[in-house]
């Protein structure tokens, strides 16, 4: 057996699980799950209707680099959303079976396993698949720390030299899982002078960069910003998006690699090998889903009705800040992050995922410790309902504002 596999960390989810073990919530509130992030908006008609159509490419064997016209429609969609001038779609896209995917698959393209003393650089708080691609590519993880002092930036400059120069891969997450941050130009400035300067690889996970609450500002991308700073040919640069939350539809498994050339004839060859090529109807269904923006604005008026009335509804019971995008509430709490939510899910049947979980101890700190993540990915009626819930649980537990000062 694969003896990294003992370095994996337990899925926050497990944790949660363990956590909430043996507690038994009042039988007559329905459940409300607010701790995983996976999208409860109905799937676009289009999609299935395209779906339907195209059953007959089950008949047929994909080919790993996708079909012609997917990749012309990622590409011209690529183009118009990150004002690129131009993108190939021979050699600058490639379909993915979704971004969870082609995250972990393409640290095996770019790390060498021989390589004892590799560094994958990644936010601290992160999904985890950063972490788990980093440890099974043979190399170690390194925490950049968001924390509220930062702004719940990473704090890039506090990574020293040491570490840059033994860094062979760089994840980013913008809009941020799950502070819902959003880079600057700035920080993209920062970041492709360090790979110019140490040569390791950037990959942009995008997968929450359409949703988002000002139609007029939609956040910036890594190919954006390359453009915007003069860099042609996205060297050492993938970005890389998703139908998952754009399109309400993570079943699909549907998203994209776009940037380098020269990463994506890589992540092609190992992908030949690797056989995750998107089924024929998949990629038809794709085709619809990036060929039109209307299912999308739709989507997001749903998350901005939702976070306004959640928020009205909880803070400043539980102080909230609002996100810059996606589709979490990034909150601290006044106590132990896992305490409050178990002592939540016990009172209210409401479903929270302790911050912790989703980082590490680094640099003297867990910067997720004391936080909890709130997804608001289903029903505005349902937002509203737990909102109630929650404002409740803080205005008429005795036991929070004693705790809440012990904590402190």
């Known amino acids: 057996m694969n003896p990294r596999l ?50 007959a490419g089950l008949s047929r064997y994909p080919l790993t680099k996708g ?15 990150h004002g690129l001038d131009a993108l190939d779609p021979e050699t600058q896209v490639l379909p993915v079976a979704g971004t969870r995917e082609a995250i972990f698959s393409i640290a095996q393209v770019v790390l060498d396993p021989t390589e004892r003393e590799a560094l994958v650089a990644c936010p601290n708080p992160f999904y985890q698949i ?41 994840y980013t997450c913008s809009p941020n899982n799950p502070t819902g941050q959003v880079m600057t130009l700035a920080e993209w400035r920062t970041l492709f002078a360090l790979s110019d300067r140490f040569g390791f690889t950037i990959v942009s996970d995008e997968c929450y960069g359409e949703i988002y609450f000002d139609e007029a500002s939609p956040p910036l991308g890594a190919l954006g910003a390359a453009r915007q700073l003069g860099r042609t040919g996205f060297q050492r640069l993938l970005a890389m998006g998703s139908l998952s939350k754009r399109s309400n539809a993570p079943g699909l498994r549907s998203g994209f690699a776009a940037g380098d050339a020269a990463l994506i004839r890589d992540f092609t060859l190992y992908r030949t090998y690797h056989g995750s090529a998107l089924s024929n109807t998949v990629q038809q269904a794709s085709l619809a889903a990036w060929g039109d923006e209307g299912h999308v604005c739709a989507n997001r008026r749903l998350y901005r009705e939702k976070f306004a009335r959640f928020y009205e509804l909880v ?37 929270v995922l302790p911050g912790s979980y989703l980082s590490r101890a680094a640099h003297g700190v867990n910067p997720g410790r004391g936080y909890v993540r709130i997804a608001l990915v289903s029903t505005v009626e349902e937002a509203v309902e737990a909102g109630a819930r929650l404002r409740a649980f803080m205005a008429t537990s005795p036991w929070l504002a004693a705790a809440a000062q012990s904590h402190a």
């Open 6 to 55: 003992a370095l994996l960390h337990p899925y926050p989810f497990e944790k949660l699980r363990a956590l909430l073990h043996g507690v038994t919530p009042p039988a007559a509130l329905r459940p409300i799950n607010l701790s995983i992030g996976e999208p409860q908006h109905p799937t676009p008609p289009l999609l299935k209707e395209a779906m339907g159509a195209s059953l």
């Open 67 to 81: 079909l012609p016209e997917l990749r012309g429609a990622l590409a011209q969609w690529l183009v118009r959303r």
């Open 130 to 170: 950063y972490e788990g691609a980093a440890l099974l590519g043979g190399a170690t993880a390194y925490y950049v720390n968001a924390t509220a002092a930062s702004g719940f930036r990473c704090d890039w400059a506090a990574v020293p030299d040491a570490v840059w120069s033994r860094t062979r891969l760089l």
């Open 315 to 351: 803070n400043p019971a539980l102080p909230l800040s609002m996100p810059e995008a996606a589709f979490y509430f990034w909150a601290a709490v006044p106590i132990d992050d896992e305490i409050f939510a178990r002592e939540l899910f016990s009172a209210t049947n409401v479903t």
